[in-house]
């Protein structure tokens, strides 16, 4: 039996290569939530981009331990492609129960334009396990592209490459 982790990438994993892993640039998150006021300099457009990033991250281990609000918030940090690859991926592994511990981010953002930004991580979710089972092998490269839609950044692609990658 896979633990509740290597459920949830091969979920990720897969969704991407049957949906792609793209959403429309305007597209915008619809669920009503306010999002942060838009920062002024450079330095402030990577550091809210990367909380971001870390934020759809920071949900979805919450939401992954059973906390409901968690799995709510990820309205505010991800959109369109992004945010159902991970919806998807919460649901199946959902029937593995909750998860303990958390994956490791070493994320890199480059604010390419004032509505642009990309990151480039290596996740190690090896301690991110189901029912006491191990994690995948080996962490795994993520590419993902931010959306600022005026008022917040938002992680809108996502593709999260398979266990070694990086």
Partial sequence: MRSGSTRLALTVCALLAAVGCSAPAAETDGAGTEPRPA????????????????????????????DEEASRALDDHAVGAAREIMRTALDEAAAGGNAEGEPVLDPAVTVESPELAVVADCVDDSAWRTGGSAGTAGPRKVDATLIHDGLAWRVSELRIWEAGSC
């Fill in 39 to 66: 920062p002024t300099a450079a330095g402030g457009d990577e550091e809210a981009a990367l909380a971001a990033y870390t934020g759809m991250w920071d949900a979805v281990v919450a939401a992954s331990h059973g």
